[in-house]
């Protein structure tokens, strides 16, 4: 579960999926570029929130967390951001049968792991979702 988590590290996986689209289906170039503006706004809107709220990860007694952080912020989950941000606007060229049950296991991934609230990945979600709706 950490090694899958690991590609949603500031969205590299999905950058790396559509980077491969851009170059492997230059009829669908567009999208893919529009995916990686997307993904990357997501990112920028969601550190923006991170230090503004500033919630500490959880931490439960006898319970350490399944993989380290970049930070100690949680809220809102950056990988459940990026990746939602991709599905959504990956799903014009991908399958988004494909794309979201990706997405959404990235998000339960954090959970699993101990580093996020629920509500961290609800938001995050919520948040790729919507930035990816208002990206040009």
Do not use: C
Request: glycine content about 8%; proline content about 10%; charged content about 10%.
């Amino acid at each position: 579960m950490a090694r899958f988590s690991s590609l949603g590290e500031h969205g590299l996986g999905w950058y790396a999926l559509q980077a491969g689209g851009a170059a492997l289906h230059p009829a669908g170039r567009p999208v893919y570029v529009r995916a990686m503006r997307a993904t990357l706004a997501a990112f920028a809107a969601n550190q923006a929130i991170k230090f503004l709220v500033r919630r500490p990860r959880p931490r439960l007694p006898d319970l350490p967390p399944l993989t380290g952080t970049v930070t100690e912020l949680s809220y809102p989950s950056a990988h459940a951001a990026t990746s939602f941000a991709a599905a959504r606007s990956l799903s014009a060229a991908l399958p988004p049968a494909v794309v979201y049950p990706v997405a959404a296991a990235m998000a339960v991934s954090r959970l699993y792991l101990g580093v996020h609230y629920p509500s961290d990945a609800l938001a995050g979600a919520a948040l790729g979702d919507a930035v990816a709706r208002l990206a040009p």
